[in-house]
Nanobody, 123 residues
Framework: QVQLVESGGGLVQAGGSLRLSCAAS????????MGWFRQAPGKEREFVAA????????RYADSVKGRFTISRDNAEKTVSLQMNSLKPEDTSVYYC????????????????WGQGTQVTVSS
């Protein structure tokens, strides 16, 4: 298992950018694919992006493709989400998570979750 703590959320105007970071503790960070999810009030948690353990392959939700970029640094035990061209509909609590499944997009395939960080995009 790995413990995860997100940071970097905040309030931004539409068209702006934010960079979320997720710091992991534990010795096995590089054993896991990492993902970002988001959940708005009254909605289900939805997949945003995922990255593999070491080869850097990525997967994105169609709604963020071309605007968001996921990256990781195994030496620093961090995973980041660069969010550009933000839209009001990107407003959510964003969570990072760890999975033993390659580029998983389903929340139940992730076994470790952070506490979330709020992103609010104003119009």
């Amino acid at each position: 298992q790995v413990q995860l703590v997100e940071s970097g959320g905040g309030l931004v105007q539409a068209g702006g950018s934010l960079r979320l970071s997720c710091a992991a503790s534990g010795r096995t960070f590089s054993d896991y694919s990492m993902g970002w999810f988001r959940q708005a009030p009254g909605k289900e948690r939805e997949f945003v992006a995922a990255i593999t353990r070491t080869d850097g392959n990525t997967r994105y939700a169609d709604s963020v493709k071309g605007r968001f970029t996921i990256s990781r640094d195994n030496a620093e035990k961090t995973v980041s989400l660069q969010m550009n061209s933000l839209k009001p509909e990107d407003t959510s609590v964003y969570y990072c998570a760890a999975s033993s499944t390659y580029l998983a997009t389903i929340p139940t395939l992730y076994h470790s979750w952070g506490q979330g960080t709020q992103v609010t995009v104003s119009s």
